[in-house]
């Protein structure tokens, strides 16, 4: 009787040190999911860059006027916002800023305003 007390109770050791043995997590996986997420200051510089990229791509485009443009890139999706003095030139920055590598979405916010 004895022996078979002891059986349980040794069952019921080994059965919660296995549940607690599935439920944790090597320290190894912790440092791996906090390295691969990028810092604060990482995704800035990134969004900074390829709001440049653009800017300059939008300064080779023939037949646009960036003076008045401006340029805002986060997380691959960038959003023009200014004035351009014709419709056509919308159509061109659209079309500059999607040609740029690293652009997921462009959201032209651009107005047509006559020159005086």
Known sequence: MKSVDFLKALGGVVAVVLACN???QSSDAAATDAMAAP???SVK???RTLGRKVRSALA???GVDVSSISVRARGGAVTLTGSVPDQSQIDK???AAQGVAGVTSVSNKLTVVLPN
């Open 60 to 62: 080779k485009a023939q």
């Open 39 to 41: 810092s604060a200051k």
């Open 93 to 95: 920055a659209t079309a």
């Open 45 to 47: 510089k990134t969004d």
């Open 22 to 24: 599935v439920y944790a």
